[in-house]
Every structure is written in C-alpha cells, then in structure tokens.
C-alpha cells in the first residue's frame, strides 16, 4: 500500500479507535486555533469566552485559549506564542484599536491567517487580517440615541446625560459614544454633561458614578456603554438615596441576563443588545479558512433592542 497523508491518517485514526496509540497523537491532526481573549471584565465577556470553548469543543478544533487580563501587551505576548506554535489560524477580539501592526504582519510572514472577533483594529493594512466578526458598535450606541430621543420627545429640557465610557481606546467605547451622539446632537435640549471611563466593569462604574452623584445633583440621563457597569451604577445611585429609571433613565448595552433582571426589577431602562455568542461563527469561518474558501471581510452580527417592558417576556428565551 503506498503511503501518503490519507492513508496514513486513516491508520492512525483505527490505531487510536483500537487502542494502540493514544487519541492525543491522533489528535494532531486537528486544526489548532489560537485564541486571544480580551479578559474576563464583564457578564458579555464571560459568555462570549464560554462560546468559543464549547463551539470549539464541538467543532472538534483544538483550541488554545489565553485570557489577557485587559492589557494589550498580554494579548500580543499570547499571539506570538501561537505563532511560535505554528497554529493553523489565530483569532482574536483587539482590547484596543491600535498598535497591532507589528504583530499582525508577524503572523502574516508565518502565513498564519488572523480572524478578528467581536472588537476590530483600526489598521490601513487589511490584509493583516481575513474577516472581522461582531457587532455594529455605532449602530448600537445610535439604537440607544434613538430610545432615548423617542422616550424624552414630551420632555422640553435640558436633559443632562452623564455617560459611562467603555475601556478607553476599545472599538465600543469609541462607536458607541459616536453612534450616541450623532442622534442626540439633532436636539440640543440633549446634552453629555460628564463623561468617563469604567473600563467595562461593574466596580468601576459603581466608583465613576459615585462621582458623578457626589458632584452633580442635575442628572436626567445615564447612558453606559455595557450592562455591567449600568449595574455598578444602579447601585451607586440607590445608595446615594434615589430611584434608578425613574429618577435617572437608565440605558445600556449588551442585552445580558443581568440586565433583564435589572429591568425586571424596574432598575434599567433599557438595554441594547450586543450578541457574545460568536463560536460557532468563527469556528465554521476557522474550517472554511483551512478549507481554502474565502470569507467576506465583514460578517455583522444581528441585534435587537430591549426596553424594561418587554423584560419578563423576552427573559425565558435568552442564552447568555
Ligand atoms: O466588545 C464587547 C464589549 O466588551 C461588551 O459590550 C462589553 O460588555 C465587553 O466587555
């Protein structure tokens, strides 16, 4: 019989079936993914990792997770290491926009082809990457403009909004502010009063609006960029004495379990929803790399809006 890869394959598979050799050596003919994860900051970020575990898992790709801890000199250690590895594709979601070049032609010269996941890079060279998939972030911070415009359309003004950034430099804090703030600036009875980062967490948006409370007592409006640090501030707000959604409108964005539960509760306002279950998209996207298909450059997740009415209803049916 003449030996090539097929046949070799096939005798390794029913070596490993029968036992004679252990199924990890087998294993090597799985396509290995390097994936480089953002960190574990907030409830979207947890499912969005528990996503790509378990689609992996499914797909029968070996994954090589690494979690960042929000610093991007982590996320560039963790690629290197997987070119170092030789993986078959790496994927990654950028913490911040920039500063990817260098290690993104790094793996263009090992020919390992990247995927972008749920955040983008803000690169000229787009042929440092095959695909970018998630969100429209602009679109959801326009989604939260246009609730809020529709909301507020009795009201004559001022409306004083504070707002709870994302991480500084991350492609959502960035969109969102911008989708924001292109709807409210149609009205200048809108207008952003404060504004700073929480980093996307709930301990830090509790202690930024804290300070807001403490030096503002003419807040109409909070807007956050992600549910866990509208949590952290609900808290603030209901131990500085006041009414969450009701003396401050509350909207925020991800759509996460937590959020329902603050709706439910009468707390939030609204949430828009930024989808993290990506797996099993970037694990067909990973196989059909491998396969030689080619992918758009784009592939837009779809989302939907949730204001507290819908909340009970709409809490039963969500996965994340
Ligand atoms: O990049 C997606 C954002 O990152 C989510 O909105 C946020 O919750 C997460 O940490």
Redesign the pocket.
């Known amino acids: 019989m003449k030996l090539t890869r097929r046949t070799l394959t096939k005798a390794l598979a029913s070596a490993s079936l029968t036992g004679l050799l252990p199924a990890a050596a087998f294993a090597q003919n799985k396509i290995v993914l390097g994936f480089a994860q ?2 574990a ?5 947890t499912a ?1 990792t528990e996503s790509i575990k378990s689609s992996a898992a499914a797909a029968g790709i070996d994954l090589k997770f690494s979690d960042a801890q929000q610093k991007q000199e982590n996320q560039i250690k963790a690629i290197r290491s997987y070119i170092a590895q030789k993986v078959d594709v790496i994927a990654f ?1 950028p913490v911040v926009e920039t500063g990817w070049d260098t290690v993104l032609l790094e793996a263009k010269a090992a020919k390992i082809p990247v995927v972008l996941t ?2 983008s890079v803000n690169s000229k060279d787009t042929s440092l990457y095959v695909t970018f998939m ?2 429209d ?1 602009i679109e ?1 911070g326009r989604k939260a403009g246009k609730w809020l415009v529709e909301k507020m359309k009795d009201n004559k003004g001022p409306i004083n909004i504070v707002e709870l950034q ?2 500084v430099g ?3 804090a960035i969109d ?1 502010k911008k989708g924001f703030e292109e709807i409210i600036k149609a009205d200048p009875k809108f207008k952003i009063t404060r504004s700073q980062t929480g980093d ?2 709930r301990a830090k948006g509790k202690e930024v609006m804290e300070a807001f409370l403490k030096a503002d007592k003419n807040i109409n409006v909070l807007f956050a ?5 509208a949590i952290g501030a609900i808290q603030a707000i209901e131990e500085a004495g006041l009414k969450p959604a009701k003396d401050i409108t509350i909207i925020s ?2 759509a ?1 379990k937590g959020a329902f539960e603050a709706m439910i509760a009468g707390k939030l306002n609204v949430s828009v929803e ?1 989808s ?1 279950l990506l797996g099993p998209q970037l694990m067909s996207a990973v196989k059909d790399i491998k396969a030689g298909k080619s992918l758009p450059k784009r592939i837009v997740t779809e989302e939907g809006i949730f204001p507290m009415e819908v909340a009970a209803k709409e809490f039963p049916s969500r996965k994340y």
């Open positions: 953002v960190g900051e907030s409830e979207w970020r969005n979601s749920d955040r998630g969100s972030f959801e994302g991480t991350s492609a959502p969102r996307f967490t960029h992600n549910d866990d640090m964005i991800d996460v930024c993290p």
